[in-house]
RNA sequence: GCCCUGGUGGUGUAGACCGGUCUAACAUGCAGGCCUGUCGAGCCUGCGCCUCGGGUUCAAAUCCCGGCCAGGGCGCCA
């Protein structure tokens, strides 16, 4: 069959913008297909566009014959756009619908569709990443992402107003900027490159120059994990802060979460709700729980975990089930963070630094940084590190950086909290892990 | 990478343990028909499936082995 061009066409209304107030109003409204439904002498069908949808009614007795042939051909999930007449009608859903003047068809879609886009039948979270465009039109996605968007506005809105400012820096780069993460080797003209997997290098720079700084940027990870809760790319949230300490740029995350959550709570209420979801906001300040704290509790619970490790899933699991909510957990051991992690003052055997934990999920790391190219250069032969391979980064210690403090919030895993969502994927709209590279 | 579980129409499941009665069931979908107020419309008719390869057996969706794929757990990691 063929379609029709939009033409000199435009939306003039969104489907929730017709009410019964709008009655003999002429509108044109765009959208996708919902139910068709025949009842022989009337026909109906649902538009479906970003705001809602409205019903679209042809009775047969005063519908142009070209409409009804227009309105038979037509498969869920087409695009179409409807010039017609507002009308206040109580049988209709919401009480107002679309008599159609002239109907445009502008794309076909397929039939069987890959998925069942109104959910009556579930997909399994495979297929619907296959289909993953379709996928997107589900209630339940479309709130997921409207929520991912808020949350992503309020974090720029609250760092902004610290007196951040907003860089980029290169997701292309010549090496490691954490000791543990493996790189994907990238092939860069005549040399090898590495895609980054951390911006903290550049941002702890940056201090020296800007003071604060925020990212929000693309991660990569060649690691081998395969759980609902990582990914090989995800979205980094990261602050760096000058003349600041671990206690500083804590209470800006912690500010930031109370921030997200209550806006979000706020204004996402419909997408909450949509999605089933109780979201409570957490109280300041967050409970602060020592490594040593944790691993006493964990060994009364029966989860063992040897000093200087960090927390294996199970332990991350038991501690959320024992403290619950978001804390945070301090005082870890130098061995379980960066080379270029701060130790505390008064037992260097500790990193001046934490993980912020919703429940059993880590969102955010962050601590106070090495300002001094001779505790960094240490540090670094400590993890194995060569300090010749980080010369380029190391001549910004020696034009007066000042201390400095930072954070990596994963935005994907915040999303995560939020929605409550059971798998990361989820909350990416096209997801790259261990095995998935497409769509 | 390891362990566990699974793979049945476009989608989601049942059947499998205990091989035959499976000519494979249900829901949704799709095609056609009836119906002038549907709104997860209803009713009627129809369409469409056993992941791939090998093995056991008179007989395999069902049992065994392997591949591929997926889900969960673990490890690694944020």
Redesign the pocket.
């Known amino acids: 069959m063929k379609l029709d061009e939009l033409g000199n066409w435009r939306r003039t209304h969104l489907s929730n913008e017709a009410t019964p107030k709008l009655a003999g109003a002429e509108v044109v409204v765009m959208g996708r297909v919902g139910?068709v439904?025949?009842?022989?002498?009337?026909k109906?069908f649902?538009l479906s566009d970003i705001s809602g949808s409205i019903?679209v009614?042809a009775?047969?007795?005063?519908t142009d014959k070209k409409i009804l042939g227009k309105i038979?051909s037509l498969?869920?999930e087409s695009t179409v756009a409807v010039k017609g007449k507002v009308?206040a009608?109580e049988?209709?859903?919401r009480g107002v619908?679309v008599l159609p003047s002239e109907i445009r068809i502008l794309n076909l879609a397929i039939?069987?569709?890959?998925?069942?886009p109104?959910g009556?039948?579930?997909?399994?979270?495979?297929?619907?990443?296959d289909a993953r465009a379709l996928d997107l039109r589900r209630s339940e996605s479309l709130a997921i992402f409207k929520i991912r968007h808020q949350a992503l506005q309020s974090v720029r809105d609250h760092l902004i107003s610290e007196g951040l400012i907003e860089v980029n820096t290169p997701k292309i780069v010549a090496t490691a900027t954490?000791?543990?993460?493996?790189l994907f080797p990238i092939s860069y003209f005549e040399r090898e490159a590495f895609l980054s997997q951390?911006p903290q290098l550049y941002k702890e720079v940056l201090t020296g120059c800007f003071e604060r700084v925020f990212e929000v940027g693309p991660?990569y990870?060649a690691?081998?994990?395969?759980?609902?809760r990582?990914?090989?790319e995800?979205i980094?949230i990261d602050i760096e802060v000058a003349y600041a300490t671990a206690e500083d740029v804590t209470k800006i995350l912690e500010d930031l979460i109370v921030k997200v959550f209550s806006q979000v709570k706020r204004t996402c209420a419909k997408e909450l709700k949509v999605l089933e979801r109780k979201l409570e906001v957490p109280r300041k300040p967050f409970p602060r729980i020592t490594y040593d704290e944790a691993l006493k509790n964990l060994e009364q619970a029966g989860v063992k975990v040897p000093w200087g490790e960090?927390?294996?899933?199970?332990a991350?699991?038991k501690l959320g089930e024992l403290v619950g909510g978001a804390y945070f957990v301090i005082d870890w051991p130098m061995a379980t963070k960066?080379f270029y992690t701060m130790p505390k003052r008064d037992d260097p055997k500790l990193a001046d630094a934490f993980?912020l934990m919703y429940g059993e999920i880590?969102l955010a790391?962050g601590g106070t940084r090495v300002h001094q190219e001779t505790l960094l250069v240490k540090q670094l032969k400590q993890k194995g590190l060569n300090p010749q391979s980080f010369e380029s980064h190391l001549q910004n210690f020696r034009t007066g950086l000042p201390p400095h403090a930072g954070w990596?919030l994963?935005l994907?895993?915040l999303t995560m909290v939020l929605t409550g969502a059971?798998?990361i994927?989820e909350c990416v709209l096209f997801p790259r892990d261990?095995?998935?590279l497409t769509p």
């Open positions: 139910d439904r025949d009842l022989g002498g009337i109906f649902i019903q009614t009775p047969k007795a005063k038979d498969t869920q009308v009608a049988q209709a859903p619908e039939t069987p569709l890959p998925l069942d109104r009556r039948v579930k997909a399994n979270l495979d297929t619907r990443l954490e000791s543990g993460a493996a951390s991660i990870r690691e081998e994990h395969d759980t609902p990582h990914l090989n995800a980094s960090d927390l294996p899933t199970p991350e699991r960066p993980d880590e790391s990596g994963g994907d895993r059971e798998n994927r261990r095995k998935r």
